[in-house]
Structure formats: C-alpha cells, structure tokens
C-alpha cells in the first residue's frame, strides 16, 4: 500500500470525527490507500460509491468508516424498534462476514455501536438471541442468513441508512445474487439510503447491479496490475503433473517458507493434497466450503498462530482473508479465472511485506497462462525447477 506514495492522503486531512481518527491512529493507518482516498472524498459526502477494489487494498476500512461517520452524523431517533437495521454490510463467505466485524471493531473501537453478525452455518439461536438483545447499528452477513432472519421478521430493514455490497462478483459466481436482491428489495429505495458496492472486476453483470441499486455512484478504482506485481515475486516452474506434489513437498522443506497458503481449482484436489501432506508429516490444514464454519477459523487461527506451516484452500475459501506474514503461495493448479491469480497471490506480500509466489503449471494447464498474462500486463517468466527440488 505505502507503494502508491506519489497520492498519499493523510487521513487527518479528512473530515472525520476524533473517535476515528483515533482508532485509525491506533491502528496505525496513517495515510489513504488508493482506493480509501479515491472512494472516501464521495461516500463522507453521502454519495454512492462503485469500488473496484480487491481484498487487500484497504477497502474494508473504505467502507467502514464511510458507514461508521453516516451512522454518527444521523443520530437514530429516540423511539428503536428492536431488529431495526441502521447499516447493512452484505459479504459472500463467513470468513469474510467475521473478518469485516473484527474490522468493524477496531474501527469503531471509540464509538458506541452496536454490530451484529449474521452468518450462515453457525449457532442460529445464539445468533438471534444477540439480535434480539440489542439495537443493530451496523449488521454484518451473508445473503441466506441475513433473508432468513428478515422474513421470519427477526431483522427489518425499511429503516436502513447504509447498505455496501462487497465482493459483488463473488457472489455473482456464487449464485447469491437472488437472495441479495431480495434483500434490497426490503431496503428503503436507492434515492433514500446511501449505497456502496464494491468488487474486483466490473464485468458488465456486476455494472448492471449497479445500474439497479444505485443511485448516480460515483466510480473508483485502482489499477489491478499494481495490486498484484508491487510486492510479491512471481515465479512460474514448468513440471509435468505428476511432479507437482513432489515439488511441494520439497518446498515445504526449504528455508524461510514459514506459512505458505497452496490453492488448487477443485474441492477434491484441495482434500487429496492436504492429506497427502498430512501423510508426509507436514503440518498443514485444509480451507474449503466443505468444512465446517467453526473448524475453518480455527484452522485459520492455528495458521496465524504458526502452529500449521500450510494452509491448503479453494479459491472461494481463500478469499477475503487476511493474514499479513504468508510468505509462500503456491498455485497448485492455474486457475481458470485469471482473476483468481491476482487473489491467490495477493495473499502474500500485504501490509507493507513482501511476498513470494510459485505457480505451477504443467502440460493440462499451462495454456491458462497467456490470459493472466494479459490481466496483469506484463509477461511471467517460466523456469525449470532448481534440480533439488524435484528430487
Ligand atoms: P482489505 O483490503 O480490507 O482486505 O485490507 C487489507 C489490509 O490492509 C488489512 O489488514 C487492513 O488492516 C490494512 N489496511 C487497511 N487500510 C490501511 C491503511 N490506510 N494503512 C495501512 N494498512 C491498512
């Protein structure tokens, strides 16, 4: 982030309250990045805003303080009724919905408002306890969840002041988009709430969403190659398929590979590869849709923690997490949607470190690499592998 230095904007030369600024500065954002100082000029006007902005751009702080300052500047009125959502933030994994609350929280460490969070495939009753006991100042959830408890009439949203949309293409690609428009569909019309709407790629899908929720959005966005190439040394190692695994293994082995995330395409690639790996005594956790909520984050933990080297994941769970010291990301398999390269790699290299990614690619999928190619405009050099690791 501190690469783009030639637009550095002091958040102190925003116009946001104390409380931010000082829960910003504790957590140590001195500058904008790209996408906060290109969105939070029209969102703190009151604007709509359409963000091009992957995970690990800052965008969630974009959102967040742009949501937080709306809901301090229109203080509710004296008579809430309980369920009533004040700001929705809609996301398409739990993992992400969690991520954006923690976020949510450090943010808005000063400022007294309650968050709530709904998310699919954890304790309903504990969930709608909470929701129950307290007002809802900002909700944060993923679509099925978040319908379910609108119409059993747990959550109500025609008071509704800030809905953001993040990650629109996933949920696209995840098919969530009935249930988001249901949802919108219950939220005051888009001239009288403030809307933002963020995702990696404005395909003409996501550009016509927008059309439909918007209202005149003012449009951002930051240039995908610099994202991507800034910070992370990418490598490409032809291998024939069936060295790949020893490949890995024999990375996993190399000094200074401390916490290295692996992706593959397909659900059951990703099972095969972490228990070959847990055969071979490494030790490593799994990230995929298949495994249970609670499991994943504690897997997660663990892989902060350091307590597991390897994370083996699908594209759809390594998505929109944050860990700031992976070292190593390794493509697996290239992915079918260059997109999901600059995804991938971006899980290394954030928060100022620098990141190294190692893509495999072999005679079944090579021929994916001219269109990555072509999304990050520039070339990628392919090698052999050093000898010893192939042995
Ligand atoms: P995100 O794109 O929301 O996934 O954020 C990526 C990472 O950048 C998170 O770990 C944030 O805590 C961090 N971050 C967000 N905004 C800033 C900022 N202005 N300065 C430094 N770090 C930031």
Redo the contacts with the bound molecule.
């Keep these: 982030?501190s690469s783009q230095a030639e637009k550095k904007l002091p958040f102190n030369q925003l116009p946001l309250s104390p409380q931010i600024q000082r829960a910003l500065a504790d957590?140590k954002?001195?500058?904008?990045?790209p996408i906060?100082a290109r969105s939070l000029p029209y969102s703190l006007a009151g604007h709509d805003v359409l963000g091009k902005a992957q995970?690990?751009?800052?965008?969630?702080?974009a959102f967040l303080i742009a949501v937080f300052e709306d809901l301090l500047k229109n203080p509710p009125p004296e008579e809430r009724y309980a369920g009533e959502a004040r700001a929705l933030v809609i996301a398409p994994t739990r993992e992400l919905v969690v991520q954006i609350a923690k976020?949510a929280a450090e943010i808005g460490k000063y400022l007294d408002f309650e968050v709530h969070t709904v998310v699919g495939g954890m304790d309903f009753n504990k969930q709608l306890k909470k929701l129950q006991s307290s007002h809802i100042d900002l909700l944060v959830a993923t679509p099925g969840r978040m319908l379910d408890f609108c119409e059993r009439g747990v959550i109500f949203l025609d008071q509704l002041e800030v809905l953001v949309i993040d990650e629109a293409d996933r949920m696209l690609d995840m098919g969530f988009i009935p249930q988001v428009k249901r949802i919108v569909r219950m939220a005051p019309k888009k001239t009288h709430r403030q809307t933002l709407l963020f995702s990696a790629t404005f395909s003409e899908d996501v550009l016509r969403l927008s059309e439909q929720w918007m209202f005149e959005p003012a449009s951002v966005e930051i240039e995908p190659e610099r994202v991507a190439t800034e910070s992370v040394k990418q490598t490409i190692y032809m291998v024939a398929g069936d060295e790949k695994f020893r490949l890995l293994g024999n990375l996993l082995e190399e000094p200074g590979v401390e916490s290295l995330m692996v992706f593959a395409n397909r659900r059951d690639q990703c099972r095969d590869l972490h228990e070959q790996l847990r055969r071979k005594g490494f030790k490593v956790g799994l990230l995929s849709g298949e495994i249970p909520q609670g499991k994943r984050l504690r897997t997660l933990d663990d892989f902060k923690n350091g307590k597991l080297q390897a994370l083996v994941a699908t594209d759809v769970a390594g998505r929109g997490i944050?860990i700031?010291d992976v070292t190593h990301v390794v493509n697996f398999t290239l992915p079918e949607e260059p997109e999901d390269y600059v995804h991938r790699i971006g899980r290394t290299g954030?928060?100022g470190n620098s990141g190294i990614s190692i893509s495999f690619a072999c005679e079944d999928d090579a021929f994916r690499l001219p269109a990555i190619e072509e999304l990050l405009g520039s070339k990628l050099k392919c090698e052999i592998p050093p000898e010893h690791l192939l042995r």
């Design positions: 982030m957590l954002f001195e500058y904008c990045s906060q995970t690990g751009t800052g965008k969630t702080a976020d944050h700031d954030r928060a």
